[in-house]
């Protein structure tokens, strides 16, 4: 397998926390996707994302709430409505990767996350998070966790 280029890893890093900050809008506000998509195609640092992937993360958890959802509910120690916004945004976008995008080595998606949970989240947040997405790649990864990743 090859590695994977900077700029590509750079510019999904952007993806990934411009994707939270959709995701957070979303869930907190409200609105139409198509219309929250625009709006982020306009932020000046949409120029360092890759912007397919940011879109496919915003309208891969809109469209997927419930099985995410699901799926975090498996590891979260609380009802999934009651976790804070900003570590819930994550979680169902880092979620999202690991059910959907099996490319994407699974410790690369937990490190982001835990990275943008340090940057956005709670003081202790970023612990749910990697903990929640730990036991998510564990049952949805099982031969590349197993394998040591």
């Not at 952007?14 to 998509?37: D, H, K």
């Not at 993360?57 to 009802?79: C, F, H, K, M, P």
């Not at 900003?86 to 937990?110: G, K, N």
Request: hydrophobic share 40%.
């Amino acid at each position: 397998m090859s590695a994977i280029p900077n700029q590509l890893r750079h510019q999904r890093h952007w993806a990934r926390r411009l994707a939270l900050q959709a995701i957070y809008q979303w869930q907190v506000g409200g609105g139409e996707t198509g219309e929250i998509l625009d709006q982020f195609a306009l932020d000046e640092n949409m120029r360092r994302a890759d912007a397919d992937y940011f879109r496919e993360l915003v309208r891969g958890v809109r469209d997927n709430t419930a099985e995410l959802d699901t799926e975090i509910g498996r590891y979260a120690d609380r009802a999934v409505a009651s976790i804070d916004p900003v570590e819930l945004a994550l979680l169902r976008s880092a979620c999202y990767e690991l059910v959907h995008r099996p490319d994407v080595p699974f410790r690369v998606v937990i490190t982001e996350a835990v990275s943008l949970a340090r940057k956005f989240g709670a003081e202790d947040g970023y612990k749910y998070v990697n903990a929640v997405l730990d036991g998510v790649a564990v049952r949805t990864r099982t031969i590349e966790a197993g394998a040591g990743g």
